[in-house]
């Protein structure tokens, strides 16, 4: 069975930082891309930024909205994802889920067209 | 302002089928069969209910249904259950030129009345 368990969450001040971490399981992580997606409440959903598989190159890629100042990463021996987040602001407050990707793969790229998987989410809360 | 285009809510009695749409443009919904939906119940992580217009995951029962005519597509809940209040979000592949890849709807909120 897929699992994806995000932890890491809490409350912080604005400028500081957080690490996300999303641990997964029932599946061969290495062979995936993984994505990071949050949701403000009462919001929609807003791709954060993903990381692609280490066969093609553990590439990553980010929204413009946090671009600069988050950092998606991967241990494939732990199977384990994270977001790291610096210079937070209280716009950033939102639930984080972490996803599986279901990718397009050609010679040179890998592309996620749809997240088959979802964690449960963990809030994080940016305020003084 | 959200890429795709849902309407913000959508209703039906238990028993009823209810159809919420998604429209986009020749870039993203017309471009590709990559539309997949999401439900998402209060508190808790989406789901993946539909991928590649119509295909359904192992689990995700044959009451939704999914289709797509030029830039709008559709999310069909036959036989409705009181389970089936959530909010659906639909999404669809824009190509690979630049992040983001992905682009979603705003979401809708379905009510079993």
């Known amino acids: 069975e897929v699992q994806l368990v995000e932890s890491g969450g809490g409350l912080v001040q604005p400028g500081r930082s957080l690490r996300l971490s999303c641990t997964a399981s029932g599946f061969t992580f290495g062979d995936y891309a993984m994505s990071w997606f949050r949701q403000a409440p009462g919001k929609g959903l807003e791709w954060v930024g993903f990381?692609?598989?280490?066969?093609?190159?553990?590439?990553?890629e980010y929204a413009a909205s946090v671009k600069g100042r988050f950092t998606i990463s991967r241990d494939d021996s732990k199977s384990i994802a994270y977001l790291q987040m610096n210079s937070l602001k209280t716009e950033d407050t939102a639930v984080y889920y972490c996803t599986r990707d279901a990718s397009l793969r050609g010679a040179v790229a890998e592309t996620p067209y749809y997240f088959d998987y979802w964690g449960q989410g963990t809030l994080v809360t940016v305020s003084s | 302002q959200s890429a795709l285009t849902q309407p913000p809510s959508a209703s039906g009695s238990p028993g009823q089928s209810v159809t919420i749409s998604c429209t986009g443009t020749s870039s993203d919904v017309g471009g590709y069969n990559y539309v997949s939906w999401y439900q998402q119940h209060p508190g808790k992580a989406p789901k993946l209910m539909i991928y590649e217009v119509s295909k359904r995951p192992s689990g995700v029962p044959d009451r939704f249904s999914g289709s797509k005519s030029g830039n709008t597509a559709s999310l069909t809940v036959s036989g409705l259950q009181a389970e089936d209040e959530a909010d659906y979000y639909c999404?669809?592949?824009?190509?690979?030129?630049?992040?983001?890849?992905?682009?979603f709807g705003g979401g809708t909120k379905l009510t079993v009345l």
């Open positions: 999404s669809s592949y824009a190509g690979s030129n630049n992040f983001p890849y992905v682009v």
């Open positions: 990381i692609r598989s280490k066969a093609y190159g553990g590439t990553t």
